[in-house]
């Protein structure tokens, strides 16, 4: 079964402080892996996407890495800020079969940015 | 283009009322999924269309789940007879399979209460 799983559930920081968020996926044969954020009563808005054959992305102060051998994706997040406090949600993208195409969805990490 | 809309974006019904959510897709995008999250389950595939066919609905909950994709620009998600355990924030996305680039847009969801 294929299932992505993030650590941890919940998360609070100072502002300014660098953090990572941890996900990780059962089966190696993703296509790509998406990071999402979701701020409250919101939709999800598109982070960054990690093609399988890719090791990072990075977009402003955001740093996404993949290694499909551990089954591991991070996201870094450098120097904090209030805005940042929302639900960050981990997707991998299964390739082959009836799988194509569909996003499979982490639990999400609820991150808190306290001034 | 305005994204993928989403319509109603609250809906309050009683048990054993129908009901149904609509999806506007990105013009253009081939597929179309559409998702539901509640706390418990974070976010859960319900069923996805490629070119207007559905192609996997095995994560359909129970019969009294139904979807339709009738043209590119319109799909529906119907509840007949709806149940408490039905609430929840249903959302839609699209995506276009560019180079082999997934690119996911989500609407900004229905948020259902079933009474």
């Known amino acids: 079964k294929q299932e992505v799983t993030q650590i941890p559930a919940a998360l609070s920081v100072p502002e300014g402080e660098n953090l990572v968020l941890n996900c990780s996926f059962t089966d190696s044969a993703i296509y790509n892996l998406q990071w999402f954020r979701q701020d409250p009563g919101k939709g999800l808005t598109s982070l960054l996407l990690i093609q399988s054959s890719q090791r990072e992305q990075t977009s402003g102060r955001l740093n996404a890495s993949l290694d499909k051998s551990s089954g591991r994706s991070t996201l870094y997040i450098a120097a904090s800020q209030p805005g940042d406090s929302a639900t960050y949600l981990c997707a991998a993208l299964y390739a082959g079969g009836t799988s194509y195409g569909k996003l499979t969805f982490g639990q999400g990490t609820i991150l808190t940015v306290h001034p | 283009d305005a994204g993928v809309i989403q319509s109603p974006r609250h809906e309050v019904t009683e048990m054993g009322q129908e009901v149904t959510l609509r999806c506007k897709p990105i013009s253009g995008h081939d597929y179309l999924f559409w998702y539901r999250q509640t706390m418990m389950r974070g976010l859960e595939l319900l069923i996805y269309f490629n070119n207007n066919v559905p192609i996997d609905d095995s994560g359909m909950p129970e019969d009294r789940f139904s979807a339709k994709m009738p043209n590119a620009s319109f799909s529906t998600l119907k509840i007949q007879p709806s149940e408490p355990r039905d609430s929840a924030v249903y959302f839609c996305?699209?995506?276009?399979?560019?180079?082999?680039?997934?690119?996911?847009?989500f609407g900004s969801g229905t948020r259902l209460t079933v009474v």
């Open positions: 996305a699209s995506s276009l399979r560019i180079q082999g680039i997934y690119g996911y847009t």
